[in-house]
């Protein structure tokens, strides 16, 4: 099941103060313009959330790199722990990109995504219904498209 709006918003918020705004504030004595920050990075958590969640593909993908890109920066490729992908953000960021930088992923990531075992995986991979990637793991975009489809009501 998707997180809320709220749910997202709420994380966005944490991981904003704890990643950018708190260490400013220290950076900047407690200096007054963080407060005005902290009112700017609310009103636009809820304009990420609603791009996230409802904007169409090409904006949910844009702001979903550029949240990536900005809360979690390193030299090397994005690998955010598993219970990442379990998070609201984790979870829209599964449902609208897949992994916003990888061409593969292990199958205890995609288990991750999906909230099943590495064992599910592979089960899934074997039944055709996640697509392996030639040279090892799952493609993050079949990943995506079983939890969009999981998401739609089944016909009987």
């Not at 708190?22 to 950076?27: S, T």
Request: charged letters at 30%.
């Amino acid at each position: 099941m998707p997180p809320t709006r709220d749910e997202l918003v709420e994380q966005l918020l944490r991981t904003m103060d704890v990643r950018l705004l708190d260490p400013l504030e220290i950076l900047l004595d407690g200096d007054d313009a963080v407060d005005a920050l902290r009112t700017v990075v609310r009103v636009r958590a809820e304009t990420w959330a609603h791009r996230l969640v409802d904007g169409d593909d090409r904006e949910a993908v844009g702001t979903a790199m550029r949240i990536v890109s900005t809360l979690y920066p390193g030299d090397g490729p994005f690998e955010p722990p598993l219970d990442w992908w379990r998070s609201p953000l984790g979870q829209v960021v599964a449902r609208r990109v897949g992994h916003p930088t990888a061409d593969s992923v292990t199958y205890a990531v995609a288990g991750a995504m999906l909230g099943i075992t590495r064992q599910g995986v592979h089960d899934l991979v074997n039944r055709g219904k996640l697509v392996r990637h030639p040279e090892g793991g799952v493609l993050p975009s079949s990943v995506r498209d079983r939890l969009l489809e999981e998401g739609r009501p089944r016909r009987v």
